[in-house]
């Protein structure tokens, strides 16, 4: 398992984040999920992109594909996730036929990929509760931060718990790697509170 360094941890502050301060500034009411997401189409997604394209020794090429009312921005060379955003959902999103059929096959093989990784679980960028689905919204998370069972852990689902709570609330994760795998050493995830500030973590995924 890869260990996490002072280095690369100077790497995301100073080269792979982003002042969300600056982005929120623009937008007229924060608290429109609408004109949050129309943001994100129009410039923020493309943030990611650019930060996402040093994370990368080759030429990206990302799509733009919305799955359960979440857009997914995929990087078909890499076959892994730039990031994910979106607004929770009144209700749990249940998930549909197509995807009910596909669970057992994929996590079957999803298993498989992480048998080597014990400190690894099966993550949801967007968790279930949020209407997140399977497919290319799993990724190898760190067991502890998953499962809340660690001051991280609790924190981070602190911060579901928040989308949850909070219908129509504006959340995203963004996965940043240090290699060419779909394994990101850090996750960013954040959401917009009911007051309109903006609260973001950067995790350890390692």
């Excluded at 998930?95 to 009910?100: A, I, T």
């Excluded at 996750?187 to 007051?195: R, S």
Aim: proline share 3%; charged share 25%; with cysteine.
């Amino acid at each position: 398992m890869t260990l996490i360094t002072d280095e690369m941890r100077h790497r995301v502050r100073v080269d792979l984040s982003l002042e969300y301060e600056n982005f929120l500034a623009q937008i007229d009411n924060v608290l429109l999920p609408a004109q949050i997401v129309d943001f994100a189409d129009a410039k923020l997604s493309y943030e990611w992109i650019d930060k996402y394209d040093l994370q990368c020794e080759k030429a990206c090429s990302v799509l733009s594909i919305v799955v359960n009312g979440y857009t997914y921005l995929w990087d078909e060379k890499y076959e892994r996730v730039v990031a994910v955003y979106g607004i929770s959902p009144n209700i749990n999103k249940k998930l549909p036929l197509r995807e009910k059929s596909r669970i057992a096959y994929y996590f079957r093989n999803f298993i498989k990929r992480l048998q080597h990784e014990s400190a690894l679980d099966t993550g949801h960028f967007i968790a279930h509760s949020l209407g997140g689905g399977l497919d290319m919204n799993l990724f190898p998370q760190n067991r502890a931060v998953n499962q809340g069972r660690s001051a991280e852990g609790s924190l981070y689902r602190k911060m579901e718990r928040c989308a949850a709570k909070n219908a129509g609330t504006f959340v995203f994760s963004r996965p940043i790697y240090f290699d060419d795998t779909w394994n990101p050493l850090f996750l960013e995830y954040g959401v917009i509170k009911t007051d309109g500030s903006l609260w973001t973590h950067i995790f350890d995924n390692a």
